[in-house]
């Protein structure tokens, strides 16, 4: 059994985890970069690089391609749904013994705490047993036609699928996409962020491990521009999985276009955490802490605008200052409730949107500055802020890290006109006790999921995706394994 506590004690006393890999995964194997080169992974909590990792290029994307192409007419394209399934499953009990060695490799490259790179973990090894049992529930349809005929659909793989993981959830998101796509049969070329490789490419070995053939999952690491950008514009990729931001993925819509290539798109959000007066103010609260705080701030569908009934206001955004500034920052591996944003040009623009509010006279009550930490690295202050009106840009524009933007609302129906005001409509969360106005918020609100007192609720069980410029398509749960899959219709005359 891997332990833990040595795994930490070395993380702190090295800086590093020994055996970290340095090389692409292909066809079954580590192999190195065709341009030799090779880039720097920075400890967010430190500002130090830790490891390094290949530099990609168009060379190895179509290595990895042709890989992917050979593997689905081999043993993979042949396999049953429930050999499939197996391997999942065995990939499930890997990840959970593994546990500890991957949490503490996430935590080091991304920076988020170790307690949310566990959780992270044990999400990845429920989603490998989700869809390890649905790889043999997929089925199509019977048509009822005239008796003189027979119809019926068959849900076929696309083919080869290629990932693009953000570096917020590394780990989690590779996960939702590999699990699904490879229980419907597909095979899988990934390219993880730059800033966060690692885990990606130790997934792909531990799946290898659990008896994936090889070519299936293929992971190389780079650049956006040097190995995201030749991946989701080679030709024998059949379908393209994003998420990262709007900018990012309407280049990525515009370069499959030459293709024709299908698209699973998970994009921006600024989403609303509404809190009515009858809420329980405590579950709130808590609710929203760690809609905002968690990841430093750092997720699609983080809870980033407060949207507050006006009787409630003073009372709640009290109590809410008070949390807010007992928070303590500090290194993910550190006993602390807020670890580093990811890099110091995502700290430079969350600073950038911050500034532009003190400039513009918004009222801060709290936080608005970079951070000092004992550790050295990338740190912002828990920060909570007033809205000045509905096109205020906090309100409109994704920040993506610890920063709290408040809209102060006089009745319900203001409330559901301020959720949707953004251009967004990935996620939306109402704290109510009134059942009937919890339900008209889920029907009126514009996203792709709507949280009722409790803000990410649900689980791998639960379709997630958004709408308008979030993006569209779905992942997680059975929705998320029909995006890997082309439907075929039969029909034939007795």
């Known amino acids: 059994m891997i332990d833990r506590n040595k795994l930490i004690a070395e993380a702190v006393a090295t800086g590093t985890l020994s055996g970290l890999p340095t090389q692409h995964f292909i066809d079954g194997a580590f192999v190195p970069g065709a341009s030799g080169e090779s880039f720097a992974s920075f400890d967010p909590g430190r500002a130090v690089a830790f490891a390094r990792f290949a530099a990609g290029t168009a060379e190895d994307i179509d290595r990895a391609v ?71 529930k997929l089925h199509g349809d019977r048509f009822p036609l005239d008796r003189n005929y027979i119809g019926f659909s068959l849900e076929e793989p696309i083919g080869v699928a290629a990932q693009i993981i953000p570096w917020n959830y590394p780990i989690s998101t590779a996960a939702r996409g590999i699990a ?44 956006g521009a040097d190995a995201g950008a030749p991946l989701v514009a080679h030709p024998g990729v059949d379908h393209i999985t994003f998420t990262g931001s709007v900018v990012t993925g309407q280049w990525v819509m515009r370069s499959a276009a030459d293709h024709v290539t299908r698209l699973l798109l998970e994009l921006g959000g600024k989403s609303p955490f509404t809190v009515l007066a009858d809420a329980d103010q405590d579950a709130a609260l808590n609710g929203l802490m760690e809609a905002i705080f968690e990841n430093a701030g750092q997720i699609c569908s983080s809870g980033s605008r407060l949207i507050l009934d006006r009787s409630i206001a003073d009372d709640f955004l009290d109590a809410l200052r008070t949390r807010v500034r007992g928070i303590r920052l500090g290194h993910g591996l550190s006993d602390c409730d807020m670890g580093p944003v990811n890099s110091a040009e995502h700290l430079a623009r969350i600073n950038a949107h911050v500034a532009a509010a003190k400039a513009a006279g918004n009222h801060f009550l709290t936080g608005g500055a970079i951070a000092q930490c004992d550790s050295g690295g990338w740190f912002f202050e828990p920060t909570v802020v007033m809205a000045r009106d509905s096109h205020d840009p906090l309100v409109q524009e994704e920040i993506f890290g610890p920063v709290l933007t ?61 709408n308008r410029q979030s993006g569209f398509g779905r992942e997680k749960g059975m929705e998320g394994l029909r995006s890997y899959c082309k439907l075929k219709s039969v029909v034939a005359r007795i």
């Open 66 to 136: 042709i890989a992917a192409r050979k593997a689905l007419k081999g043993p993979w394209g042949s396999a049953s749904p429930a050999e499939r399934g197996r391997i999942l499953a065995r990939a499930a009990a890997l990840v959970r013994e593994e546990a500890p060695r991957l949490a503490v490799a996430e935590t080091l490259d991304s920076g988020k705490r170790l307690a949310e790179a566990e959780g992270d973990v044990r999400g990845v090894a429920r989603a490998f047993e989700y869809y390890a049992g649905a790889a043999d």
């Open 180 to 223: 699904p796509a490879l229980a419907a049969g597909c095979s899988v070329v990934a390219k993880p962020a730059e800033q966060t490789p690692l885990t990606a490419l130790l997934l792909a070995d531990l799946l290898h491990r659990a008896g994936l053939p090889a070519g299936v999952l293929n992971v190389v690491t780079g650049t």
């Open 406 to 466: 408040v809209q102060i609302v006089s009745d319900f129906d203001e409330a559901i006109a301020a959720a949707n005001a953004t251009r967004y409509a990935l996620v939306g969360g109402i704290y109510t006790r009134d059942l009937s106005k919890a339900y008209r918020y889920a029907r009126e609100v514009d996203a792709g999921q709507i949280y009722i007192n409790e803000y990410f609720a649900g689980g791998i069980e639960v379709p997630f995706g958004g």
